[in-house]
């Protein structure tokens, strides 16, 4: 059974940082693209970062670039995303989505950890 | 800045046929692109639908499909059953940066 447990999520300050992880199980992790998908309150979804199998491509959401960084450890079977400079936009729950080996896009999703950015 | 339309909300009547629309504010969406469709219910995470505009999953609905119409992606739902009232998002693929739609609220009445 595949499955995405994200973890790390919590109340931190303006300016502040938190690295979020998401181990995975059920598949080998290494042969699969990831993604970080934010929600916030109320709102609908943000890609927020992608990574493929070896880590050597990243790609960012603008709202984010230069801020955040998505990593992955294969070894480990978890995946990254370490945010810096966090503004009260940031707040959202995040999710870690499993890219679709087939074809460019998307499969299964994790539950979700919740980040409050606040004062 | 790149920004992906949805219709706000449509309603549908059960049985009924109701096609949701995916746009991109540079132009045509088209198989580069790579659309994907999501479901959303309340409380709980979105759920996978289409991938690469016309793929489903092993657990979509055959009611379900994906295409490109008139420059657009869109998400066609035949024989609405209640259980299809939620949100529905697209995501689209500009050259390695994914973007969604604002997502459309689907009500069955």
């Known amino acids: 059974e595949v499955q995405l447990v994200e973890s790390g999520g919590g109340l931190v300050q303006p300016g502040g940082s938190l690295r979020l992880s998401c181990v995975v199980s059920?598949?080998?992790?290494?042969?699969?693209?990831m993604h970080w998908v934010r929600q916030s309150p109320g709102r609908g979804l943000l890609w927020v970062s992608r990574?493929?199998?070896?880590?050597?491509?990243?790609n960012y959401a603008d709202s984010v670039k230069g801020r955040f960084t998505i990593s992955r450890d294969d070894a480990k079977n978890t995946l990254f995303l370490q945010m810096n400079s966090l503004r009260a936009d940031d707040t959202g729950v995040y999710y870690c989505?499993?890219?679709?080996?087939?074809?460019?896009?998307?499969?299964?999703w994790g539950q979700g950890t919740m980040v409050t950015v606040s004062s | 800045q790149t920004v992906v339309t949805q219709e706000p909300s449509l309603t549908v009547s059960p049985g009924g046929t109701v096609t949701l629309t995916c746009a991109s504010s540079?132009?045509?969406?088209?198989?580069?692109?790579?659309p994907n469709w999501y479901q959303q219910k309340p409380g709980q995470a979105p759920r996978s639908l289409i991938y690469?505009?016309?793929n489903k999953h092993p657990w979509t609905p055959t009611r379900f499909s994906g295409s490109l119409l008139g420059g657009k992606a869109a998400l066609t739902l035949s024989g609405v059953r209640p259980e299809d009232e939620a949100d529905y998002y697209c995501l689209l693929d500009f050259s390695g940066t994914w973007v969604f739609g604002g997502g459309t609220k689907l009500t069955v009445l």
């Open positions: 989505v499993r890219g679709e080996m087939a074809a460019p896009g998307t499969d299964f």
């Open positions: 059920g598949f080998t992790f290494s042969s699969y693209w």
């Open positions: 690469s505009t016309t």
């Open positions: 990574i493929n199998t070896d880590g050597t491509i990243t």
């Open positions: 540079t132009g045509a969406v088209t198989s580069v692109n790579y």
